[in-house]
């Protein structure tokens, strides 16, 4: 008997989170009124930075970028869950300075704005052969390890990262690169997900939130 509810329990589950993020695991946007933009947007948080334009009250995991990205420009504030009013205010300063249309709109215009007043600098990666090793910052180095190596910045000081429009956030978690000419090296699993593997040694925009 325990054994039928627990199934039963689980596949009622299955069916409702189907319903909300659909076959593919993604927001359901389009096809109905439960499945509009507004509906993933409060359901589904897990939007990539640049994916959809952010706005007041806005909540994800994008929103935390942005506030990374705001606070190495000496506009934001510590993100508290959203986009909230120090947000607005903030991005609207930038829209200000920047020339823009100022809506607190966090749009094309505005992501490209942002990306402008980013640094650039040279890095590398490394992994392979390491796994398993203790970083420099006390934690231990695996596959799906998100961090980067700087040579003198503290133990988990937030960096956000862009590259041809992939954005991603990492702490530091070791020391280096020890090559001339070169800010960064980021482990292998963040080098992926900025899509840099099969570029050697590429350019990035940093963004250093502290």
Known sequence: ??????RGSARAC????????????????????????????ATYMHYNFGARSLRFRDRGAD???????????GRGTYFHGGFDRST????RRL?????????GIVGRETRK????????????????????????????LRKRTIGVAHRKLPCGTRVAFAYKGRWV????????????GYRWDLTRRLAKRLGVLRVGTPTLKTAVAG
């Open 1 to 6: 008997m325990h054994r039928t509810r627990t």
């Open 14 to 41: 299955a069916v409702l989170l189907a319903s909300v993020l659909g076959a593919t695991g993604a927001p359901v946007i389009g096809g109905g009124p439960e499945s509009t933009a507004e509906a993933a947007r």
């Open 63 to 73: 929103v935390r970028t942005l506030n990374w990205v705001l606070r190495s420009q």
């Open 88 to 91: 607005n205010r903030a991005v």
């Open 95 to 103: 829209q200000r300075s920047a020339g823009i249309r100022v809506d």
């Open 113 to 140: 704005a942002i990306a402008a007043r980013m640094r650039h600098h040279r890095a590398t990666w490394y992994g392979p052969g390491l796994y398993g090793n203790r970083t420099a910052c006390g934690g231990r």
């Open 169 to 180: 956030r990492a702490k530091v978690i070791d020391r280096g690169p020890y090559r001339k």
